[in-house]
């Protein structure tokens, strides 16, 4: 039975816009809007708005749904790119930058959620650090060549590890490098990989440096006894 709140009706009124905007406009894809105002319930629960809305049998209903929703529409975009690349169509790409910002924005967010601000940063850092090392060593070509190229990745990774000793320190450095990095990525030449790159490069290590700025509240009294 739907309920007659005000996130039923945030969802009614997206769904209204979608056909007015068709209406007005005779362009199918206003009509995706129609996808907002059926994820709009879910995705706010999810972050933690308008979790009073919803009751524990929702909640679970709605976290078992996602789950399988999420892993059959990666499968079907693996289906595809495997079909394009497979008919030489660069097309493809565009599906791996969805199985990519995908999965990275689930595990991004399965870390942001615990709210251990500190501790999710020096993770994410990590994290990145193994990716970056991972993706450089594809195209090494030999032994040495895979030892060089993972270096950069394992100085993130060190960085990450030193993020739990010094956190505001360290989050300054990443927040000031993770802007440079997506700004340079960018400006070399605009491509989807190297949007997908920004994207799943910059925006954790944004995300981490802040998390380490912010700090915990625990952390923040520590921190306070310190310095007195």
Same mark, same amino acid.
């Given at each position: ?7 039923? %009706? %945030?969802?009614?009124?997206?769904? +209204? ?6 209406? +007005?406009?005779?362009?199918?894809? %206003? ?29 679970? *209903? ?11 529409? *990666? ?6 790119? =495997?079909?394009? /690349? ?38 994410? #850092? =990590? ?19 895979? =030892? ?20 505001? *320190? #360290? ?5 000031? +490098?993770?802007?440079?990095?997506? *700004?340079?990525?960018? /400006?070399?030449?605009?491509? %989807? ?19 380490? =700025? ?15």
């Amino acid at each position: 039975m739907l309920k007659r709140d005000p996130i039923f %009706w %945030w969802a009614g009124g997206i769904f +209204v816009l979608a056909l007015l905007l068709f209406a +007005v406009t005779q362009e199918q894809l %206003w009509l995706s809007l129609m996808i907002g105002s059926y994820l709009l319930r879910p995705t706010l629960a999810s972050l933690g708005v308008g979790r009073r809305y919803l009751d524990e049998r929702q909640l679970n *209903i709605h976290y078992r749904s996602g789950n399988i929703g999420f892993a059959l529409m *990666i499968i079907l975009c693996v289906i595809f790119a =495997i079909k394009l /690349s497979a008919e030489n169509n660069h097309d493809f790409e565009l599906f791996a930058a969805t199985i990519i910002t995908g999965l990275a924005a689930k595990a991004l967010f399965n870390v942001i959620l615990v709210k251990s601000f500190r501790e999710t940063a020096s993770k994410i #850092i =990590i994290s990145v650090g193994l990716l970056v090392a991972l993706f450089a060593s594809f195209d090494a070509g030999s032994f040495v060549g895979i =030892i060089v190229s993972v270096i950069p990745g394992l100085v993130i990774v060190g960085i990450g590890l030193l993020a739990k000793i010094y956190p505001r *320190i #360290i989050g300054i450095v990443i927040l000031i +490098v993770a802007i440079a990095s997506i *700004i340079f990525i960018l /400006s070399i030449r605009q491509n %989807w990989g190297q949007i997908v790159t920004a994207v799943v490069i910059g925006i954790p290590l944004i995300t981490a440096g802040v998390c380490l =700025i912010k700090g915990d509240k625990n952390n923040a009294e520590v921190d306070a006894q310190r310095a007195a």
